[in-house]
């Protein structure tokens, strides 16, 4: 199983990113991912997760702004991220599975991450 994200970067508040993470190794299409990030001194939680039916979740502090796709052809999971606030900087995973579980890198697949900055 391989994850890679890509596409995180420096951004000014209110600017937009499209996080990208590429799957290997499973069955992309039938499985649940998930976004988590983790922004500095705190801990990890869920931003975002997609479903294999379609059925999405987005925490409270992203709904409205952020929208999460994929793309089956290209075992692909997207993030769009727009009307970046500055508390919006951490370090993005994407991972395998919905967001009804605590989010720890220590149990499953996850990938390294991408930094996202946001900050004038």
């Known amino acids: 199983v391989q994850l890679v994200e890509s596409g995180g970067g420096l951004v000014q508040p209110g600017g937009s990113l499209r996080l990208s993470c590429a799957a290997s190794?499973?069955?992309?299409?039938?499985?649940?991912m998930s976004w988590a990030r983790q922004a500095p001194g705190k801990g990890l939680e869920w931003v975002s997760g997609?479903?294999?039916?379609?059925?999405?979740y987005y925490a409270d502090s992203v709904k409205g702004r952020f929208t999460i796709s994929r793309d089956n052809a290209k075992n692909t999971v997207y993030l769009q991220m727009n009307s970046l606030k500055p508390e919006d900087t951490a370090v993005y995973y994407c991972?395998?599975?919905?967001?009804?579980?605590?989010?720890?890198?220590?149990?499953?697949?996850w990938g390294q991450g991408t930094q996202v900055t946001v900050s004038s």
């Open positions: 997609l479903y294999s039916g379609g059925t999405t």
């Open positions: 991972t395998i599975g919905g967001t009804g579980r605590r989010p720890n890198r220590d149990f499953g697949s």
């Open positions: 190794g499973f069955t992309f299409s039938s499985s649940a």
